[in-house]
């Protein structure tokens, strides 16, 4: 963290948060550091690797340490759309209708393989994940804040799912990879679990309001001029390469100016630099571009692709890199 002035009670709160996430989850600072990013944003989350990496005990970890009304939703290909957003029924008491919310009405809603799902199912969060409501015959209801969207998917088998189609990949601020544990963490996790599970004695650090707090606060950090250049000429690039045949969208700007804002935050500064934005670059945008089919055959690979991107603009103060 860059100690360039007082922690508000909000970060001191956040970064508590994270140490006592950690008490369950070894090993994965970095990806609980992206996760409170995205959700200091506003922004959701994509989780795509094996079973057994602790996808779902991170999400469910998050919420006891926030204080968070949690939902998680087993995406199979029989789920239907209102099970997510919830639908009408009539009363015959009072011979009206009335609306049972679904499971998407919370502050952090696990999508558990949601390629799983069938597209209709999938895209009854795409209201929810951008606009922050859903719409249940013609009546529009409010998500709660905060609100965030945590899907995982296994990137092995794909006999019965349905791939995320661009649209709603884009929806998603960035794709995570958990990965393996490391030996010694592994064994760390042995203990932890001989006994009891670990995430019973998880305190609860922030609450809801102190969430909305801080992204009040997150909001109000700034960016020089030169920075909104640098972030539109990184994702321009993507649009022109000729190894990509889809490159980024606009939406992938505001997504990495907005991550910037919450990553620069997260280090105590209320100022964005060059670097927070170089941190989050490729991680926002690996998921919204496609190679070529030529690319593809010369195995050239997107994290390739973005990195020679990045050498080639120009970085503000500093000159090229």
């Known amino acids: 963290m860059d100690e ?26 970095r990806e609980m550091i992206l996760l409170m ?9 994509l989780i795509e690797d ?34 997510i957003t919830g639908f009408n029924i009539y009363n015959r008491q009072k011979e009206t209708f009335e609306f049972r919310s679904g499971l998407v009405m919370c502050n952090l809603l696990l999508a558990d393989e949601i390629n799983r799902a069938s597209p209709k199912t999938q895209s009854a969060l795409l209201e929810a994940m951008e606009e922050g409501r859903v719409t249940v015959d013609g009546e529009t209801y409010p998500m709660p804040e905060p609100f965030m969207v945590i899907a995982t ?12 189609p661009e649209a709603q990949l884009d929806r998603f601020a960035f794709k995570l990879n958990m990965g393996y544990p490391s030996n010694q963490e592994e064994i760390e996790i042995l203990r932890a679990r001989r006994g009891q599970n670990p995430m019973e004695n998880v305190r609860q650090v922030l609450s809801a309001e102190d969430i909305v707090s801080a992204k009040a ?8 001029d030169s920075l909104y250049t640098y972030i539109v000429a990184l994702i321009s690039a993507t649009r022109h390469h000729k190894s990509f045949s889809l490159g ?9 100016m907005r991550l910037a804002q919450a990553y620069a935050f997260l280090r105590g500064r209320d100022y964005v630099l060059p670097d927070d934005i170089a ?4 991680i926002a945008v690996a998921h919204r571009v496609i190679l070529t089919q030529e690319a593809k055959l010369n195995h050239v690979t997107v994290s390739a692709v973005l990195d020679e ?13």
């Not at 360039?4 to 989850?25: C, D, F, H, R």
């Not at 995205?38 to 989350?45: E, Q, T």
């Not at 602790?54 to 029989?78: E, H, I, W």
């Not at 980024?248 to 990495?256: F, H, M, N, Q, Y």
């Open 4 to 29: 360039t002035k007082a922690m508000s009670p909000e970060l001191q709160k956040i970064l508590g948060a994270i140490e006592e996430m950690e008490t369950v989850i070894v090993g994965k600072h």
């Open 153 to 164: 998917q296994n990137p092995t088998g794909y006999v019965g799912t349905y791939p995320l």
């Open 217 to 224: 606060q997150v909001a109000q950090v700034k960016l020089e």
């Open 279 to 282: 941190a989050l670059y490729r």
């Open 37 to 45: 990013t995205a959700m200091l944003s506003g922004a959701h989350v």
């Open 50 to 83: 094996v079973p057994g990496t602790g996808k779902t005990s991170l999400a469910a970890t998050m919420s006891r340490v926030m204080g968070m009304a949690f939902n998680r939703a087993q995406f199979t290909p029989d789920i239907m759309a209102s099970d």
């Open 309 to 321: 991107i990045f050498r080639s603009v120009e970085v503000p103060y500093l000159g090229k890199k």
């Open 248 to 256: 980024a969208s606009p939406r992938a700007s505001v997504a990495l």
